[in-house]
């Protein structure tokens, strides 16, 4: 049954990405859907591209382990859209084409803001798409153990292949579309789970919250009753050694501002007609994302009191469990299907946006100087980018498959918080910005988010002997840096570093700009239109 929907959903994907590529005319309908998406699709495709597989599994397996603390996590997730909504949507729309250096080469020097861009661009793309498909293989091999084929590699080679195959034909439009399919079948599938839960407790929420607040279950070989609505089972001091809060504040930082630079969803506010849908689309996706992360508690805890956590394989496989537990074979095999069209959907999006990078700044701007090149050629070298993006991403994720995924995230959101969001609130709003702190803040934010990953407990540090196992190819000595997100420390280093590179020396061509970079950024005169037919 389950390969049955997973084959059903794959087939209808792959029949969206054969009608999406009739409509493939030129270099706007490949890279930005003819600006042509309406705001309430947008805002479900955006929806669709952030709702990733750690948010279904992830967060879902995070509650139903640590309570309170889980839904602490999900917290920086549910309100990132406000800085998306405020700061990013509508300057992005006006002022850009095709990627997020559209933004800062209007008034700077278009050739080192556009590589220190597409380097950071492809470097976060990278990340969190070799952290979907590791989950990938981990989750859809065991989701189909019965059979004995579908090994990780197998699976990380499968949906590698078919998201290779979306960009290429499918572009932004084809892409768009399986994001919007995605949306709605995860929303479906977490609405009919969060129901079934709530049927066991005769749809009370007293009663519901009562059992979370008193639950027995297994803990080191000892049964315990403990209350998953207090806070610290996963970042209270005396968890982690006194440096959990501190942990939980840098974690948030980087999801709440990182949001605002992960090329992925910068990118689909070019798919829209105007600013004003660009807005709107980002109101659909906050109320949308914001009921998923709610619904998320009644997955987590639901599967924490009809499951309990020790009768749970592991984090990620809680709420396929709970789909189990409450309806049969075929509900499972539903909720695994929408899981795979999950983490396809998102590294479509993480592709198409890391492809749109290399073709438009890379390649047109930096190595071609920005001489005309022409759309043809431009689309043509997007899509070979999009193979060597798809196979350097599959090696990696084989590679790399008993690195923390977590890790990988944090790194993706922590780059995008340090390196990209500094440079565009400074080019949005301070008329003194100019290349040298564009770059500086770009590479710095970088740089020092990496270095801090590596110097982190999640690289570095040793959590128990089954972690140690998974591990064992890694520097095995005492983290120098102690906390797993860095977002704390490369944030203001970035937001620093780009201040002091533009204090060095002033750009009067880049001043002279700014008058007309405002005009263009809050009213849209001569922004790219949509395309017309």
Same mark, same amino acid.
């Given at each position: 049954?389950?390969?049955?929907?997973?084959? =059903?959903?794959? %087939? $209808?994907?792959?029949?969206?990405?054969?009608?999406? $590529?009739?409509?493939?005319?030129? =270099?706007?309908?490949? @890279?930005?859907?003819?600006?042509?998406?309406?705001?309430?699709?947008?805002?479900?495709?955006?929806?669709?591209?952030?709702?990733?597989? !750690?948010?279904?599994?992830?967060?879902?397996?995070?509650? $139903?382990?640590?309570?309170?603390?889980?839904?602490?996590?999900? %917290?920086?997730?549910?309100?990132?859209?406000?800085?998306?909504?405020?700061?990013?949507?509508?300057?992005?729309?006006?002022?850009?084409?095709?990627?997020?250096?559209?933004?800062?080469?209007?008034?700077?020097?278009?050739?080192?803001?556009?590589?220190?861009?597409?380097?950071?661009?492809?470097?976060?793309?990278?990340?969190?798409?070799?952290?979907?498909?590791?989950?990938?293989?981990?989750?859809?091999?065991?989701?189909?153990?019965?059979?004995?084929?579908?090994?990780?590699?197998?699976?990380?080679?499968?949906?590698?292949?078919?998201?290779?195959?979306?960009?290429? @034909?499918?572009?932004?439009?084809?892409?768009?579309?399986?994001?919007?399919?995605?949306?709605?079948?995860?929303?479906? !599938?977490?609405?009919?789970?969060? @129901?079934?839960?709530?049927?066991?407790?005769?749809?009370?929420?007293?009663?519901?919250?009562?059992?979370?607040?008193?639950?027995?279950?297994?803990?080191?070989?000892?049964?315990?009753?403990?209350?998953?609505?207090?806070?610290?089972?996963?970042?209270?001091?005396?968890?982690?050694?006194?440096?959990?809060?501190?942990?939980?504040?840098?974690?948030?930082?980087?999801?709440?501002?990182?949001?605002?630079?992960?090329?992925?969803?910068?990118?689909?506010?070019?798919?829209?007609?105007?600013?004003?849908?660009?807005?709107?689309?980002?109101?659909?996706?906050?109320?949308?994302?914001?009921?998923?992360?709610?619904?998320?508690?009644?997955?987590?805890?639901?599967?924490?009191?009809?499951?309990?956590?020790?009768?749970?394989?592991?984090?990620?496989?809680?709420?396929?469990?709970?789909?189990?537990?409450?309806?049969?074979?075929?509900?499972?095999?539903?909720?695994?299907?929408?899981?795979?069209?999950?983490?396809?959907?998102?590294?479509?999006?993480?592709?198409?946006?890391?492809?749109?990078?290399?073709?438009?700044?890379?390649?047109?701007?930096?190595?071609?100087?920005?001489?005309?090149?022409?759309?043809?050629?431009?689309?043509?070298?997007?899509?070979?980018?999009?193979?060597?993006?798809?196979?350097?991403?599959?090696?990696?994720?084989?590679?790399?498959?008993?690195?923390?995924?977590?890790?990988?995230?944090?790194?993706?959101?922590?780059?995008?918080?340090?390196?990209?969001?500094?440079?565009?609130?400074?080019?949005?709003?301070?008329?003194?910005?100019?290349?040298?702190?564009?770059?500086?803040?770009?590479?710095?934010?970088?740089?020092?988010?990496?270095?801090?990953?590596?110097?982190?407990?999640?690289?570095?540090?040793?959590?128990?002997?089954?972690?140690?196992?998974?591990?064992?190819?890694?520097?095995?000595?005492?983290?120098?840096?102690?906390?797993?997100?860095?977002?704390?420390?490369?944030?203001?280093?970035? @937001?620093?570093?780009?201040?002091?590179?533009?204090?060095?020396?002033?750009?009067?061509?880049?001043?002279?700009?700014?008058?007309?970079?405002?005009?263009?950024?809050?009213?849209?005169?001569?922004?790219?239109?949509?395309?017309?037919?």
């Amino acid at each position: 049954m389950t390969i049955a929907m997973f084959l =059903a959903f794959v %087939v $209808a994907t792959l029949g969206i990405t054969v009608w999406s $590529a009739r409509k493939n005319t030129g =270099a706007s309908a490949y @890279f930005a859907a003819g600006r042509s998406i309406k705001g309430w699709q947008n805002g479900l495709a955006v929806a669709g591209d952030y709702m990733s597989a !750690a948010s279904f599994l992830g967060i879902s397996g995070m509650i $139903a382990f640590f309570g309170y603390d889980g839904f602490m996590y999900s %917290v920086g997730f549910l309100v990132a859209y406000l800085s998306v909504l405020y700061v990013v949507a509508e300057p992005l729309r006006n002022a850009g084409k095709y990627t997020m250096a559209d933004l800062l080469a209007y008034r700077l020097k278009a050739r080192p803001v556009r590589a220190a861009a597409s380097l950071s661009t492809l470097t976060v793309s990278t990340f969190y798409m070799v952290a979907q498909m590791i989950g990938a293989g981990v989750l859809v091999s065991t989701l189909l153990k019965d059979y004995a084929w579908i090994t990780p590699n197998a699976a990380i080679v499968g949906v590698g292949v078919l998201m290779i195959v979306y960009v290429i @034909f499918g572009g932004m439009h084809g892409t768009t579309w399986v994001q919007i399919v995605k949306a709605v079948l995860l929303m479906t !599938a977490t609405f009919a789970l969060s @129901f079934m839960v709530m049927a066991k407790f005769d749809y009370s929420f007293a009663k519901f919250f009562e059992a979370i607040a008193s639950l027995t279950y297994e803990k080191g070989g000892v049964e315990v009753t403990q209350n998953f609505l207090d806070p610290g089972m996963k970042f209270g001091a005396a968890v982690t050694g006194g440096w959990g809060p501190l942990d939980l504040i840098s974690l948030g930082l980087a999801l709440v501002l990182g949001t605002a630079g992960l090329p992925h969803v910068l990118v689909r506010f070019y798919t829209v007609p105007d600013a004003k849908t660009a807005r709107v689309s980002v109101v659909w996706a906050m109320v949308i994302i914001g009921v998923f992360y709610i619904l998320t508690t009644f997955l987590g805890f639901g599967a924490a009191t009809l499951l309990k956590p020790h009768l749970i394989t592991n984090e990620n496989m809680a709420a396929p469990e709970l789909s189990h537990f409450l309806g049969g074979d075929i509900f499972f095999a539903f909720i695994s299907a929408v899981a795979f069209a999950t983490i396809l959907a998102v590294v479509a999006g993480l592709t198409i946006s890391a492809s749109t990078s290399f073709a438009h700044d890379f390649y047109s701007n930096v190595l071609k100087h920005g001489k005309e090149v022409s759309q043809a050629t431009e689309v043509k070298v997007a899509r070979i980018a999009a193979l060597f993006v798809g196979a350097i991403s599959i090696v990696l994720a084989i590679k790399l498959q008993t690195i923390n995924v977590a890790f990988l995230v944090g790194l993706a959101f922590a780059v995008a918080a340090s390196a990209n969001l500094p440079v565009i609130v400074f080019s949005v709003f301070w008329k003194r910005f100019n290349t040298t702190g564009a770059v500086t803040g770009l590479l710095v934010g970088l740089l020092s988010s990496i270095v801090l990953i590596v110097l982190s407990p999640s690289v570095m540090g040793i959590d128990g002997p089954e972690v140690a196992a998974a591990k064992r190819h890694l520097i095995q000595a005492d983290p120098i840096f102690p906390l797993t997100n860095p977002g704390i420390v490369s944030i203001p280093l970035g @937001f620093l570093a780009a201040f002091l590179g533009a204090l060095i020396k002033r750009e009067p061509e880049s001043e002279a700009k700014f008058a007309e970079f405002c005009v263009r950024t809050h009213t849209g005169l001569g922004a790219e239109k949509a395309h017309v037919h």
